[in-house]
């Protein structure tokens, strides 16, 4: 099977994920006009999430994990191999979802670190719903702060843009990263992670492709191509 026949094969089948979950996508009258402020505006967004965890969730949710889903893709077969994985500043559990879907592990260990409870309630209700093997857990961390263990992946999506002052500071960086990171970010932003990128971790990737939104899922995202930009890390070896 061709890249281009897997990718979209992952998409319909992830599609029917999504759908399952539909009951936290479907927009609202306030996702609806948060959406439409911030493509207004065109700019980095800082969002109140304990004030719009569900309109954010339901205006964008569905999107981002679109995005990481196709991120993911630059793994391939590697993805099934991480066990234990962390997802930095997962709010509502786009990144989780994707990974989880992809990976299709059940000994996957899971585990998403936010500081909004409203994000980590949708994130646990999200898995729920979704049915996938492993085990996620989500906990209330406020980032950035040690993790605690050592993943061998960390997922990230759009949370650097929001903690930048993380990509200055090499100490924090470390407590932050796992054996590998996978970041979805802003271009602007995975820029300055290439080359702020402290000593000791090396590019293993860097990618900027489009996600084609599947037709049954156009309601709930409203447009039908988005754009993502990513960046896959590892550390040196000592």
């Known amino acids: 099977m061709t890249y281009a026949a897997v990718q979209t094969r ?18 609202s009258n306030d996702s609806i006009a948060l959406r439409n402020v911030v493509e207004s505006r065109r700019q980095i967004e800082i969002f109140d999430y304990n004030l719009s965890a569900d309109a954010f969730t339901r205006a964008f949710g569905m999107r981002n ?37 992809l990976a299709h592990n059940p000994e996957l260990e899971l585990r998403g670190l936010d500081l909004s409870e409203h994000q980590l309630s949708l994130a646990r209700e999200l898995m729920a719903a979704a049915g996938l093997p ?25 949370w650097f843009c929001e903690n930048e002052r993380v990509l200055a500071d090499p100490l924090l960086f470390d407590l932050m990263a796992g054996r590998e990171m996978l970041i979805v970010e802003y271009e602007t932003i995975i820029d300055r992670i290439a080359a702020c990128l402290p000593k000791g971790f090396r590019i293993l990737a860097r990618r900027s492709a489009h996600v084609d939104i599947p037709s049954a899922l156009t309601d709930f995202v409203a447009q039908k191509r988005a754009s993502v930009h990513s960046i896959h890390i590892g550390r040196t070896a000592a």
């Open 134 to 158: 492993g085990d996620f857990q989500f906990e209330q961390r406020n980032l950035p702060a040690q993790i605690g263990y050592l993943p061998d992946l960390t997922i990230s999506s759009y």
């Open 10 to 27: 992952n998409l319909e089948e992830f599609s029917e994920v999504l759908l399952r979950c539909n009951h936290l996508y479907h927009p």
């Open 65 to 101: 994990s679109l995005k990481c889903l196709q991120a993911l893709t630059s793994l391939e077969d590697a993805v099934h191999r991480y066990r234990r994985v962390c997802d930095l500043g997962c709010g509502s559990g786009a990144f989780s979802l994707a990974f989880a879907y």
